[in-house]
């Protein structure tokens, strides 16, 4: 098991160092904090990484330290679940920004409020511009949100990784209120809907079409006249859908994690027991069982016992 909150960072020569990530919503800290951050490090032999997430990353902790750090430290994890609202980026905005044509920061931090560490199908990120330059990355988030002369543009559906995707857009020249109202529509349809994925990845797979019609159409007050099953195998391409092949015989150690938890989604505990939790990340869709348990350091005859009485 992982010590809390951490994540298995390296092995090298059997021993093992952990990352943790305190939550620092938009990346907002005082002076205080950051001397308590460099104090703790320094103690048990860490190093302070800064992320693209606006956080600050403190790794090559010993995994008996882990607790002892979280304690000193007197903060929240930034992370709850391996599958959740992982981060709301924000850039300066209106509040410290010259080019600012909107009040990111509030906006952001609102967004954070209600959703950071929220439990979705796959891991999401939310990205909050206050002008087109597009400091916060809104076009790779699974949900983005960009000021305009004309208002903020909501855009879904972006991310990195293996297959990149750029969002696209959702709707144009909202006021604050709008866009909170739309966003909780969206997290809630995708929440209600999805499989382990991605939101561009389900969007893909339902259709846009289909998926901008019933978002809108709730937005607007109305449901949606069918369900997205139904409507995913009535309109979506066959080459948008994705579908695991069907596996014959046992889960072996050339098995892919992704096709394994869609088709089988009662080993996601079990994957989580052995101290893999992140089953939404990139690398799912791509890595095999023998891959994924030596990066992991995963009794891999163990974990495949376990899958297959699964």
């Known amino acids: 098991m992982l010590p809390k909150a951490a994540n298995l960072q390296k092995i090298r020569e059997g021993r093992r160092t952990y990352a943790i990530t305190p939550g620092i919503p938009g990346g907002f800290i005082k002076p205080g904090l950051i001397r308590k951050y460099a104090d703790v490090a320094e103690k048990y032999g860490a190093t302070l990484k800064i992320t693209s997430a606006q956080r600050i990353m403190i790794i090559g902790l010993k995994g008996e330290d882990v607790d002892k750090v979280w304690e000193e430290l007197g903060v929240n994890p930034a992370l709850s679940y391996a599958n959740c609202v992982r981060s709301v980026k924000m850039c300066p905005g209106s509040a410290f920004c010259k080019r600012g044509l909107a009040d990111s920061v509030k906006l952001g931090m609102e967004l954070d409020k209600r959703y950071h560490k929220q439990e979705m199908p796959s891991r999401l990120k939310i990205g909050v511009a206050g002008c087109p330059n597009s400091c916060a990355e ?55 809907y999805a499989d382990i994925e991605r939101m561009g990845e389900f969007i893909e797979r339902i259709g846009w079409e289909n998926f901008r019609r019933d978002v809108m159409e709730l937005y607007a007050g109305r449901q949606p006249a069918e369900q997205p099953e139904t409507k995913a195998t009535a309109a979506a391409p066959a080459s948008a859908v994705n579908a695991a092949p069907i596996q014959n015989g046992p889960i072996t150690k050339d098995s892919i994690i992704g096709d394994i938890i869609r088709q089988n989604p009662n080993t996601i505990a079990i994957f989580r027991a052995h101290g893999m939790g992140c089953l939404g990340c990139p690398s799912a869709n791509g890595e095999n069982l023998e891959k994924a348990a030596g990066i992991h350091g995963i009794d891999l005859d163990a974990l495949l016992s376990a899958l297959n009485k699964a």
């Not at 909501?154 to 020249?173: D, F, N, Q, Y």
């Open 138 to 192: 809104v076009h790779i988030k699974d949900i983005g949100v960009m000021a305009t002369e004309e208002g903020w543009t909501v855009l879904v559906g972006g991310s990195c990784g293996r297959k990149p995707r750029l969002a696209t857009v959702l709707a144009e020249g909202l006021d604050e209120d709008r866009v909170l109202a739309l966003v909780e529509i969206v997290l809630a349809y995708y929440k209600q």
